[in-house]
C-alpha cells in the first residue's frame, strides 16, 4: 500500500456516500462488478465532506473555481392535465456560477421566446402555463455549464392528459342462477397513472369483499358464487384518478341472482388468471403482485407455495383473503415457480406462475468526480447492472463521445474513460448514461484539474492514548493538489511500514494493530507534492487493558430467593476515570432510596426477592476513557407454574364432560402434569378436590362425573418445584340423581353382649349418595338354616338386633338405598352374636429348661366346645418365687409378681425369656375368646439353672500417691449362682496406645485393694468383673490415674491444744475420704509491722503441727494455706494466739467445735447404739441351721460374705432386693479402716473367708488368697504378682 500504482488508475474517490447503489438508494447490489487496477496511497481531497469542491476551513484559500454540479433534477416523467403547470427543475452550484439551457426532443429549446415559459432566476427551473399544454408534450434535458465544463441532467417525457371521464354506454342487468359465478367489469379510461378502483352502492357504501367476492388487480368485481342477497340494481365502479384529483363513476350494474330448487355444487375453477400456466416479470426492487381468483360452490380456499424454494416470508403478504400473493423488494433469488392452489369439498384447481426477475439499470461502479494534479492520469469506471443489459455511453461536456474530436491521451476502454496526463486546461464534466427497456441511469463526474501547496491539517503534538492489544489510530489529515503522499516515521527516523502490525490509510492516518507498551513513543508524519511538504509530531501512549477477572455467572434460581453476580475488575492505575455499571437487558440499573432490590456495590450486584420480573440478561460493563469490556450472565427465575387461562368446558353429555384450557407460563420449568379440581356445592360447598390428573403436554381433559351433583372446575399446573396457583373457576355443571353405585363396605356383626349381635359398616361418602338423602337396608339370618331373612332400614349404622342366642353365626347384608332406587346387590358377610368366656381349659403344661434365662412351655387345648366365642389366643402367668438359696419360709412368706406373656392365635407353645438363673418359678396358662379369659390351668414349678454374675456394683478409684491408687467395690447385684473370686485386670493408656495387661485375682470377701509401684503421673484402666461356677459375669470398667488432683484438705475439730513460751502445738482429725495432702502453716506478729511468713508445711494426715520459735508473750495470727484445683494459694482456715498461753479470738472456728453439734452427734451415736441392739435380738430369733445344710446349698446367692468386724448381710422375703438390716456395705469412709492409713491391707490378704449363719454360727473357712503372697508393711494396698510391677499389699 505504501507503493504508487500506475497514474492511468483511478484517485480513490472523496466522497464517502457516492459508492455503488440501486436506483432506490439502498444497500450496494449483491453482485459487484470486478474491480480493476489498485488503489493509489493517496489523500482523496475533500475526503467526507457533504459538497463537492469544498475546501476545508484549515485550509486557507479563497475565490476557488469549481466544476458544475446537478443539486435538483426532475422526475423521468411528468404527466399534466388541464388544471396543472409544468414545473420542470434544474438546479446546479459552480464557481463561477453556471448557466444554463435546455434541449427538446434533441433540438434547443429556449424558454425566453416561448409563450408562456418562466425561468426562475439563478438557475434553470422552468415554469410553463397550461393554457397549451399539448403543445409542450415530448422529452426536455438540462444543461449546466461554466469555464471548467458542463454538466447535464436526466431526459424527462412531459405527458399531457385531459380530465378522464366515462364514456356513455348502455348497461343491461346480469341475470344468473343462485350458486353461478359472475364477474361484474369496470374498464376505466386509461391513463399514464392507473387509478385506484372501488367498488360502492348507490348510498356510497363499499361493497362487501371476502372468501366469496373479491375484486381483482384488474378492477372487476369477482362473484365466486352468487346468493339471493347478492341480487342489487347499484353496483357501482369508481376510478379514483390521482393526478387530476378526479373520481369518476361508471354506470350502475344490476345484478339479478334467480332462485333455484336445487343448487348444483360445482369443483374450483380459475377465473383469473386462466389456463395451467402463465408468466410474469418483476422489477427488481419493486412489488410482485400474483392473484388467483377462483369460482366454485362450496367457496373455494387458496393457498400459495413456492415449488423451487421457499416463499421468503419476511417480505411476503397474502391480502384478499389470500387470492393474492404480494412480494415486496424483489431480488434476484425472487425467479422461479410460484403456485396456487383453489380447493372445495368439490375437487382442486392450480395454477403455476414463472416468475421472471429483471431490473432497470443500477450501479456496480460509477464514476465520481475527483480534483487532479498537473500530469496526473485519470480514469472514471461506470459499471452498471441490469436485465436486459443495459446500453452505457459516455458524454464529455454534454457531447457524446462519438461526436468529440480525438484528443491525445484520452480513451474507451472496458468501459472506463481515460485521460493521461492532464493539464489545467483539461478541466471538464464526464457523463455515463445506462439504458434499458426498464429505466435510465446517468451520472456526472468532473475532472478538476488544479495545483495546490500541501497543508497538514491536523494539528501538531497531538497526544493519543490506547490500551494493550487495541488497535491506535494517529490522525494526518492533509490536503494539496497533486494529492500529496503520506509517510510516517519512528522517532529514530525508520519507516513505520517495517513492521506489519502498522497500516497507512488513503486518507493519511496510521493504524498500529494489537499494541504493545513498547509501542509507546512520538511518531513523525511527512505529506508532500510536487509543490511542497509538510511534518507533524504524533506522541502515544500505551496503557494496561482493563480486565474482568471474575465476571458473573448465569444463574437460576428459584423466585423469592437472593442471588448475587460477582466482577471483579483490574483497571489501568494511571487513568483517572474509572467506572463498574450493572446494566439489565440493555439498561442501566441503579439503587433507589425507597427500594432494597437491587445491592450496587463496586464489585458485585445482589438482587433481593427475585421475582419473574427480574429475568433477563445482567452485565457487568468496566469503563475508562480509553476502553470498555463487558462481561454477561443470564438470569432465569425458577418456581412453580402460574395459573392456566380461558378454563372452558368444550362439551357436556349426562355424566361426561370435557375440558379445555390455556397453560400458563411455566416459570422456566417445565410443566409436568395438569391437576383438574372439582368443588361440589351440593355436597361439600367450598372444598376443592382432586378429580384427574394430566400430563403437562395435554391441555384437556374429560372427566366422568357423579350423579346428583353441581360441580365448578379448576386446573392447576405443577412442575418441579411445586403446583401452581388455580385457575379462575369454570361455570357449573349439574347433573341428576341416580341411584347408589356402591354398597357399603366394613361389614360387621358382633355381640356386645352375650344375647345380642351389633351390626355395623362403612357409611357412604356423601359423594357417593347420587341424591339428597340415603338410607341402608340391613338383612340378617342365621347361618346353615336358611329361611327367611330378617330386614330393616335404617339412616346409619350401628343397628342392634337382640335376643340371640349365645356365639351363633349369622349371614348379614347391607344394601344402599335412595329415592332413584337400590344400589347393588352387596356380597354376604358372617356376623357372630355375644361371646361368653370359655368354660376350657389348658392341659399337658410343661416346661423344657433352654438355658439359665429362659425355658419353653408347651400345652395344649382339648375342645373347642367350651370356647364360646372366637379362640384370640392364650395367656402365659408366671412369677418368681426366690433364689435356690433362699429357705422354704421365705418363699411362702414371698408376694409373687406376675408376669403376663399374651400369644394372639391358635399356638400350643411359647418363649419365656428374661428369667433370672438359679431362681425357682411357678406359671399356668389360660385362653381367652373376645369376652375375657378362661380357667386356669394347673399350675407347674420349675427351676432356672445357675448363670455368670452381674458386674460389680461399683468401683471407686482413688489417688494414695503418685505410684498408688486406692481401689473399693461392691458385690454385684445379682450374683447368679456361688461367686468364687474377683478378678481384676489393668493396664495403662497411653492416648490410643495400650500397655501391657496385668490381672489379680481377689477372695469373695475381700472389697478393697491398694495397687503399688504404678508409674507416675500415668493412665490406667481398670476392669473388674466377678466369677462363678459357671464362668466369669461382664466386667465394670473404669479408668483413674496417678496424677495428683489438686484440692483443698478437709480437716476436722481444727484446734489449738498447746500453747508454750515460745511454741504452739495446733492439731486436727484427718478426713477419712482424702488422700494425704500438703498444706503450708503461716504466721504474722501482731506486735510488729511485718507480712505473712510460712513457718513450714503439713500433712493433712498427720493430726498435728508444732511452731516454734515464738517470741514469748506475743501474739500471733496463724492461717492453713492450700491449693485448690485452679492452683491458687488459698487460705482455709485462721485463728490467732498469745505465747503466754492465752488463746486470742479466732476469725475463723471450727464447726466441730460447737457446743450444740457435739451433743448432737453424741444423741446420733446413742440412738444407733440402740438400732444395733435391737438388730442382733432380732437376728437371734431367726433359728438355727446345720453347718452340712448350708454347705450343700453352697451359699445363698443372695448373701454377701462378710469380715469379722461387720454383721452379715440380712435379705427380705417380700422383694428380689437386699434390704439390710444396718448398714452392710462397707464404705471408704465408712466401715473400713481409711485407704492410705497406716493400717495395711495385710490383715484382709492374709485372712481366711469367714461366713455365718443368721445368729452369727461359723459355717467354715476357705483360704481366699492366690498367687504372690501379700507383702506386710505399714501401708495398705494391694501388689501383683512379680511379673506384673506392681506390689500388692
Not at 360 to 376: D, I, K, N, T
Not at 440 to 453: E, F, G
Not at 1145 to 1163: E, L, N
Request: aromatic share 8%; glycine share 8%; proline share 8%.
Amino acid at each position: 500500500m505504501s507503493q504508487r500504482c500506475s497514474r492511468s488508475v483511478e484517485r480513490v474517490g472523496f466522497r464517502g456516500r457516492e459508492q455503488p447503489r440501486g436506483l432506490d438508494g439502498g444497500s450496494p447490489p449483491t453482485r459487484m462488478a470486478p474491480t480493476r487496477g489498485c488503489w493509489l496511497p493517496l489523500w482523496p481531497l475533500l475526503l467526507g465532506l457533504a459538497e463537492a469542491l469544498t475546501i476545508p476551513k484549515e485550509y486557507d484559500m479563497h475565490n476557488l473555481l469549481q466544476p458544475p454540479e446537478m443539486a435538483e433534477q426532475p422526475a423521468e416523467q411528468v404527466v399534466v392535465f388541464p388544471s396543472d403547470d409544468i414545473v420542470l427543475r434544474c438546479e446546479a452550484s459552480g464557481n463561477p456560477a453556471p448557466s444554463f439551457r435546455w434541449l427538446k426532443d434533441g433540438r434547443p429549446f429556449d424558454p425566453h421566446r416561448e409563450v408562456g415559459v418562466t425561468v426562475v432566476e439563478g438557475s434553470g427551473t422552468l415554469y410553463i402555463n397550461n393554457s397549451n399544454m399539448g403543445r409542450h408534450q415530448g422529452l426536455y434535458r438540462c444543461y449546466a455549464s461554466n469555464a471548467l465544463g458542463t454538466a447535464m441532467g436526466p431526459e424527462v417525457r412531459v405527458i399531457a392528459e385531459s380530465t378522464p371521464q366515462w364514456p356513455k354506454e348502455k348497461v343491461t342487468p346480469l341475470e344468473v342462477e343462485e350458486g353461478e359465478s359472475v364477474v361484474l367489469p369496470c374498464n376505466p379510461p386509461a391513463s399514464a397513472v392507473p387509478p385506484k378502483i372501488y367498488w360502492l352502492n348507490s348510498r356510497i357504501v363499499h361493497i362487501t369483499q371476502d372468501e366469496r367476492v373479491s375484486m381483482g388487480q384488474d378492477g372487476f368485481l369477482y362473484f365466486a358464487n352468487v346468493k339471493l342477497t347478492d341480487s342489487h340494481p347499484d353496483y357501482i365502479c369508481h376510478a379514483h384518478y390521482l393526478g387530476p384529483r378526479t373520481i369518476i363513476q361508471k354506470e350502475p350494474l344490476e345484478l339479478r341472482v334467480k332462485p333455484t330448487n336445487f343448487v348444483k355444487l360445482r369443483q374450483p375453477r380459475l377465473m383469473v388468471p386462466r389456463g395451467e400456466s402463465s408468466s410474469r416479470v418483476a422489477l427488481r426492487g419493486a412489488s410482485l403482485v400474483l392473484e388467483c381468483i377462483p369460482e366454485g360452490l362450496p367457496t373455494p380456499a387458496v393457498e400459495w407455495r413456492r415449488l423451487n424454494g421457499r416463499l421468503p416470508a419476511e417480505r411476503l403478504s397474502l391480502e384478499n383473503s389470500r387470492k393474492t400473493l404480494r412480494i415486496r423488494e424483489v431480488q434476484e433469488e425472487d425467479d422461479g415457480e410460484y403456485q396456487c392452489e383453489a380447493t372445495n369439498s368439490q375437487g382442486s384447481v392450480r395454477h403455476t406462475y414463472t416468475v421472471t426477475v429483471q431490473a432497470a439499470p443500477y450501479w456496480a461502479q460509477r464514476p465520481h468526480s475527483r480534483v487532479y494534479g498537473p500530469g496526473e492520469s485519470v480514469r472514471l469506471d461506470c459499471s452498471v447492472y441490469g436485465n436486459p443489459e443495459p446500453e452505457v455511453s459516455w458524454r464529455v461536456n454534454g457531447v457524446p463521445w462519438k461526436e468529440l474530436p480525438p484528443e491525445p491521451g484520452w480513451m474507451l476502454r472496458s468501459g472506463a474513460l481515460i485521460l493521461s496526463q492532464v493539464q489545467p486546461n483539461n478541466s471538464l464534466v464526464t457523463q455515463c448514461e445506462a439504458v434499458n427497456r426498464h429505466g435510465r441511469l446517468l451520472a456526472n463526474a468532473y475532472v478538476y484539474v488544479i495545483q495546490l501547496p500541501v497543508r497538514i491539517l491536523t494539528p501538531d503534538g497531538q497526544h493519543y492514548a490506547v490500551v494493550v492489544n487495541q488497535t491506535a489510530i494517529l490522525h494526518c489529515q492533509t490536503f494539496g493538489a497533486p494529492v500529496p503522499s503520506v509517510d510516517w516515521f519512528t522517532q529514530d527516523r525508520e519507516p513505520v511500514l517495517q513492521d506489519e502490525r502498522f497500516f497507512l490509510h488513503t486518507n493519511g492516518s496510521l493504524q498500529l494493530s494489537r499494541a504493545q507498551h513498547s509501542d509507546a513513543s512520538s511518531y513523525l508524519c511527512l505529506s508532500q507534492n510536487a509543490q511542497s511538504n509538510d511534518t507533524i509530531r504524533a506522541w502515544l501512549q500505551v496503557k494496561d487493558a482493563t480486565q474482568i477477572k471474575q465476571g458473573p455467572q448465569s444463574a437460576v434460581v428459584k423466585k423469592a430467593s437472593n442471588v448475587t453476580f460477582q466482577c471483579v475488575v483490574q483497571f489501568d492505575q494511571t487513568l483517572q476515570q474509572q467506572s463498574i455499571e450493572w446494566w439489565r437487558d440493555g439498561s442501566p440499573l441503579w439503587e433507589s432510596a425507597d427500594s432494597d432490590k437491587y445491592l450496587v456495590e463496586p464489585s458485585s450486584l445482589t438482587i433481593s426477592d427475585v421475582d419473574y420480573a427480574d429475568q433477563g440478561v445482567y452485565s457487568c460493563r468496566a469503563h475508562t476513557e480509553l476502553d470498555a469490556v463487558a462481561e454477561s450472565a443470564e438470569l432465569r427465575v425458577v418456581g412453580r407454574p402460574g395459573p392456566p387461562s380461558h378454563l372452558q368446558v368444550v362439551e357436556q353429555q349426562e355424566r361426561l364432560v370435557k375440558l379445555s384450557w390455556i397453560p400458563g407460563d411455566d416459570h422456566n420449568s417445565p410443566i409436568e402434569k395438569f391437576v383438574v379440581e372439582a368443588e361440589d356445592s351440593l355436597r361439600e360447598a367450598g372444598i376443592w378436590r382432586e378429580l384427574s390428573t394430566v400430563p403437562g403436554h395435554q391441555p384437556r381433559a374429560q372427566l366422568h362425573l357423579a350423579p346428583y351433583g353441581e360441580l365448578r372446575f379448576r386446573v392447576r399446573a405443577a412442575n418441579r418445584y411445586g403446583r401452581g396457583e388455580p385457575s379462575p373457576s369454570s361455570e357449573p355443571v349439574h347433573t341428576r340423581p341416580a341411584a347408589p353405585e356402591r354398597y357399603p363396605t366394613g361389614v360387621m356383626g358382633e355381640g356386645n353382649e352375650t344375647s345380642n349381635m351389633l351390626i355395623t359398616w362403612q357409611p357412604l361418602k356423601k359423594s357417593d349418595w347420587n341424591a339428597p338423602e340415603l338410607s341402608y337396608r340391613v338383612q340378617w339370618r342365621q347361618r346353615d338354616q336358611g329361611g327367611r331373612w330378617s330386614e330393616e332400614t335404617v339412616s346409619g349404622p350401628p343397628l342392634l338386633v337382640t335376643d340371640t342366642p349365645t356365639f351363633v353365626a349369622y349371614e348379614i347384608k347391607v344394601q344402599a338405598v335412595n329415592l332413584a332406587g337400590k344400589g347393588p346387590e352387596p356380597p354376604i358377610v358372617v356376623g357372630y352374636s355375644g361371646e361368653d368366656v370359655p368354660l376350657v381349659y389348658p392341659e399337658n403344661v410343661g416346661v423344657e429348661i433352654l438355658n439359665s434365662t429362659s425355658v419353653l412351655v408347651s400345652w395344649s387345648l382339648p375342645s373347642r366346645e367350651g370356647l364360646r366365642g372366637h379362640l384370640r389366643g392364650f395367656r402365659v402367668f408366671h412369677w418368681r418365687l426366690g433364689s435356690v438359696g433362699d429357705r422354704s419360709r421365705r418363699q411362702a412368706r414371698a408376694q409373687p409378681h406376675l408376669t403376663v406373656l399374651t400369644l394372639e392365635g391358635e399356638v400350643t407353645r411359647a418363649w419365656l425369656g428374661g428369667l433370672r438363673p438359679w431362681s425357682h418359678y411357678r406359671l399356668y396358662v389360660v385362653v381367652f375368646n373376645g369376652r375375657g379369659d378362661g380357667r386356669p390351668s394347673e399350675s407347674i414349678d420349675f427351676t432356672t439353672p445357675e448363670g455368670v454374675p452381674s458386674p460389680p456394683a461399683s468401683l471407686l478409684l482413688e489417688w494414695v500417691s503418685d505410684t498408688e491408687l486406692a481401689l473399693e467395690w461392691a458385690p454385684p447385684r445379682f450374683p447368679n449362682g456361688v461367686l468364687t473370686e474377683y478378678m481384676l485386670q489393668y493396664q495403662q493408656v497411653n492416648n490410643s496406645e495400650l500397655g501391657p495387661l496385668y490381672e489379680i485375682s481377689f477372695p469373695v470377701g475381700q472389697r478393697n485393694a491398694t495397687l503399688r509401684r504404678l508409674q507416675p503421673q500415668a493412665q490406667y484402666r481398670f476392669s473388674l468383673r466377678a466369677l462363678g461356677r459357671t464362668g466369669p459375669g461382664e466386667p465394670l470398667v473404669q479408668e483413674g490415674s496417678t496424677v495428683p488432683k489438686t484440692v483443698l484438705p478437709n480437716l476436722d475439730n481444727i484446734s489449738i491444744s498447746q500453747v508454750g513460751q515460745d511454741f504452739t502445738l495446733i492439731t486436727w482429725v484427718p478426713s477419712r475420704r482424702q488422700p494425704s495432702l500438703h498444706f503450708d502453716i503461716r504466721i504474722m506478729s501482731k506486735s510488729v509491722a511485718e507480712s505473712w511468713r510460712t513457718s513450714g508445711q503439713a500433712n493433712s494426715t498427720h493430726g498435728s503441727y508444732r511452731l516454734h520459735n515464738l517470741q514469748p508473750g506475743t501474739s500471733y495470727r496463724i492461717q492453713f494455706v492450700g491449693r485448690n484445683s485452679s492452683g491458687e494459694n488459698i487460705s482455709f482456715w485462721e485463728s490467732e494466739v498469745e505465747t503466754n498461753g492465752t488463746v486470742l479470738m479466732t476469725d475463723q472456728q471450727s464447726f466441730a467445735t460447737k457446743a450444740w453439734f457435739i451433743g448432737f452427734v453424741c444423741a446420733v451415736g446413742l440412738l444407733v447404739l440402740v438400732l444395733l441392739v435391737l438388730c442382733f435380738v432380732k437376728r437371734s430369733k431367726g433359728g438355727k441351721y446345720s453347718v452340712k445344710d448350708k454347705e450343700d446349698t453352697q451359699v445363698d446367692s443372695e448373701a454377701r460374705p462378710m469380715k469379722d468386724e461387720t454383721f452379715g448381710e440380712y435379705r427380705s422375703l417380700e422383694s428380689d432386693e437386699e434390704k439390710p438390716c444396718g448398714s452392710s456395705q462397707p464404705s471408704l469412709n465408712g466401715g473400713l479402716k481409711a485407704l492410705g492409713s497406716a493400717d495395711s491391707l495385710a490383715d484382709y490378704g492374709g485372712s481366711v473367708d469367714e461366713q455365718f449363719n443368721e445368729d452369727g454360727s461359723f459355717i467354715g473357712q476357705y483360704s481366699g488368697q492366690r498367687g504372690q503372697e501379700v507383702a506386710a508393711n505399714d501401708s495398705s494396698g494391694a501388689t501383683s504378682p512379680t511379673a506384673a510391677g506392681a506390689v500388692l499389699d
